[in-house]
Structures are given as C-alpha cells and as structure tokens.
C-alpha cells in the first residue's frame, strides 16, 4: 500500500501511502488505480476490495475517483441479480454480470439496495403476486399479446417501465 520514487530506498520513511482508489504492491515506485470490480477506501492498501453481491463497478481503472467509495458499486437494475459474494473481481466488472431472474420471476427493486440483488431468492412468483395493471416500483405489468413481424417474439406478459414514475 505504500510507494516510494527513492532510488535504493532503505527506509520505510522514504514510502508514501496510495490514496483511496488505489493500492501498490511491496517494491513498487508507484500506485495503480483499482481495477473493474473493485475498490479501496484505506490509504496505503496493499491491494482493493471486490464489489457486494448485487454490484459491479464497469470502470477499468482510468481514475481513482471512481474506486474510492463502496458507493461507487452500482447495485444491479430491475429484474436482475448478482449473487457472487465478491470472490471474484471479473463477475462484477460490468453491468452484464448482472442476470435476469430466472423464468416466471422478478425482482422490482430499481437499484436502491445491493441486498434486494443478491440472491435468487430475491426474484420472486409474479404470477402469485401481481395482477395485470399492478404497480411495484414503478413497474407495470400487462399481460397482453404483441406479435412484431421484425423480431419474431410473442410477449403474453411483460413488465414496463410506468411513464408516470419520475426518477430521482
């Protein structure tokens, strides 16, 4: 977690500790900004931490600012799910790391909490709990039949975005 730029060093004295966003290995004349999937923010660590479960973080390093918080993981959209326990860095380095709930399932939570997308279990039954017309975070579902000639696909039952829920 330390560098120094000292030909020869022979003293601790001469380190310096990487600022949160990055880590440096023992020997290294430099810092390096954390990578995809990770972050750190200690000073002076010797290496980062993994994004949660429910997380990824797609920047590949290009700036520290973007490693330096766990609130620089994003949490996983509706309808998705990240359940690695932050074992390995490359299953939350992109926003596609994030799977869709399995068959006959969802999960309506928008990104507001990593924990409501960490596990399968966070899917649940549509069909036992929602009704067409309902609303569920500004979700709506409607079961209908749409046939497009263009992509071939029948939709019986589809959850949309409701166009009079304003993000924040």
């Known amino acids: 977690g330390k560098y120094s730029t000292a030909t020869g060093a022979t003293s601790d004295a001469t380190c310096v500790n990487c600022q949160i966003g990055m880590y440096s290995n023992t020997g290294s004349s430099s810092c390096t900004v954390c990578g995809a999937g990770t972050y750190q923010v200690s000073q002076g660590s010797p290496s980062c931490d993994i994004c949660a479960a ?5 920047d590949a390093g290009t700036d520290s600012s973007l490693h330096d918080s766990l609130d620089d993981c994003k949490v996983c959209g509706a309808g998705k799910v990240l359940v690695d326990a932050a074992t390995t860095a490359s299953l939350h ?15 309506a939570d928008d990104g507001t909490s990593s924990t409501l997308h960490d596990e399968l279990s966070d899917c649940t039954a549509s069909d036992a709990i929602m009704e067409d017309g309902d609303t569920v975070s500004g979700w709506i579902l409607s079961i209908i039949i ?3 000639i263009s ?3 029948i ?9 009079s829920v304003t993000q924040s």
């Open 54 to 58: 429910g997380t990824f973080l797609s």
């Open 146 to 148: 749409t046939v497009s």
């Open 155 to 163: 939709c019986l039952r589809c959850m949309f975005k409701d166009p």
């Open 93 to 107: 380095d992109s926003e596609s790391d994030c799977e869709l709930c399995p068959e006959n399932t969802f999960n």
């Open 151 to 153: 992509s071939c696909c």
